[in-house]
Nanobody, 125 residues
């Protein structure tokens, strides 16, 4: 079955750039049926949608994070990557990659049917 696994640093210093990678096992990231997302949950808060990369390769991010966020993919490696620059302690969260149906609206967490286990990222000096 398809599985998602996040990887990246657990600790990042303020003002640095965070890069997280999601590896898709036993599936394709270019299938027409699915889009691939990044979501985070800060401590004590709800889930926040960060962005999505579509099967076409186009990506969209939460307007609140747009100025310092990008999402890209490496198709042969079946990976997609979140890059978040100029991090602050407010970016401390558990970061998840997830899969949702491509028929859903581009922005948001509609119809997510598969999640990675999540990775804790702490921003601290």
């Amino acid at each position: 079955q398809v599985q998602l696994q996040e990887s990246g640093p657990g600790l990042v210093k303020p003002s640095q750039t965070l890069s997280l990678t999601c590896t898709v096992s036993n599936g394709s990231i270019t299938t027409n049926y699915y889009s691939w997302m990044w979501i985070r949950q800060p401590p004590g808060k709800g889930l926040e949608w960060i962005g999505v990369i579509l099967n076409s390769g186009s990506s969209y991010v939460n307007p609140s994070l747009k100025s310092r966020t990008s999402i890209s993919r490496d198709t042969p490696k079946k990976q997609f990557t979140l890059t978040l620059s100029s991090v602050t302690p407010e970016d401390t969260a558990v970061y998840y990659c997830a899969r949702g149906p491509s028929r859903c609206p581009i922005m948001g967490m509609c119809g997510i049917d598969l999640w990675g286990q999540g990775t804790q990222v702490t921003v601290s000096s």
